[in-house]
């Protein structure tokens, strides 16, 4: 589907292109256009509903003018997968892991729906910023829209839209999963790992935001509101990576894993040595408030202070240290049974911290589950 979104004052707007069935228990696969004040960019907001259930948001900012002219909107559902694309590009991908409890849909047959709508109760800063109706009418365009699909022919479409055949095409291989070019879409295929901590206004609490990249693929946000103050005294911000896992401590206490689930497709750092990096910089352009929210250069200078790096790691000595610093060793200590997986104590610390008062969105792809 090409669509160009509404121009200028779109604050307060939503423009939708989605797939759904109907019923309160129905399912959903959402892109959505979140609108906002002239120069400030629009939020693309996707969402996925089964048997009448989402809560699986993900939001991103567009790299281009969604306005300016029209682009390619994507979404991919097959037995395996959902992809949203842009202009080709995937944005995200939903695995089917029923298989480990989480739904997927797959029972009942979608239409294809589009609607621009009144959401000012929360679309724009939280519903904040209103609708101006003194700049109605307001006008997103769509064509070329083009479906690709199993026809819905009652419960029997279940299983006939599964099987391998040349007319089902998006159950070959080549639709299994994205493609090494697809993964590394910046050409920078390198692995990091991310504790960045966003600023405020005074009186107003730090985001601790966390990321993982993947052979140049990061996408994996989750973001927590602190449970102290971080600027009254130190605090101890741990990553620890091993064959099995990624886990973010603060003093001590697990804030969040990523488990190594590459059998199931979920890239994971694991092929390159990474180096430890500090850092404090300009980006007013989207860490506060979506970047609504400025830096007050009379301020400055703006001082964080590091001190006690300890670090505990595996010597870097190229590829072959794939496979040295994975073995079980007394040297490699942290392949240790020990440190496979949280003891029973640091998972509840880890569930009693991530509780709503703390734990403020959750990005992560599949592979963060527990």
Known sequence: MLLKLVPNNSAGTVTTYYLSSTGTKHDEIDFEFLGNISGQPYIIHTNIYTQGVGNREQQFYPWFDPTAAFHNY?????????????????????????????????????????????????ATRGGLVKIDWTNAPFIATYRNFRPRACYWNGPMSISQCVIPTNSNWWTSPLYYKLSANKLSSTGTKHDEIDFEFLGNISG???????????????????????????????????????????????????????????????????????????????????????????????????????????????????????????????????????????????????????????????????????
Request: some cysteine; aromatic content about 16%.
């Open 74 to 122: 994507t979404i991919h559902w097959n037995p395996n997968a959902v992809v949203w694309y842009i202009d080709s590009i995937p944005i995200r991908v939903f695995r089917n892991y029923q298989a480990k409890g989480i739904p997927f849909p797959n029972q009942q047959g979608m239409g294809v729906y589009t609607s621009l709508w009144n959401a000012d109760d929360w």
């Open 204 to 370: 107003q609490p730090y985001i601790i935001h966390t990321n993982i990249y993947t052979q140049g693929v990061g996408n994996r946000e989750q973001q927590f509101y602190p449970w102290f103050d971080p600027t009254a005294d130190f605090h101890n911000y741990t990553i620890h990576w091993n064959p099995n896992t990624v886990v973010w401590y603060i003093d001590s206490i697990p804030i969040r894993v990523f488990r190594n689930y590459q059998f199931k497709g979920i890239p994971f750092p694991n092929q390159q040595g990474m180096r430890v990096y500090t850092s404090l910089w300009n980006a007013d352009d989207w860490a506060t408030r979506g970047g609504l929210v400025k830096i007050d250069w009379t301020n400055a200078p703006f001082i964080a202070t590091y001190r006690k790096f300890r670090p505990r790691a595996c010597y870097w000595n190229g590829p072959m240290s794939i496979s040295q610093c994975a073995i079980p060793t007394k040297t490699n200590w942290w392949s240790s049974p020990l440190y496979n997986k949280l003891s029973a104590n640091k998972l509840g610390q880890m569930n009693s911290m991530r509780k709503p008062r703390h734990s403020l969105s959750e990005r992560a792809s599949n592979g963060g589950l527990l």
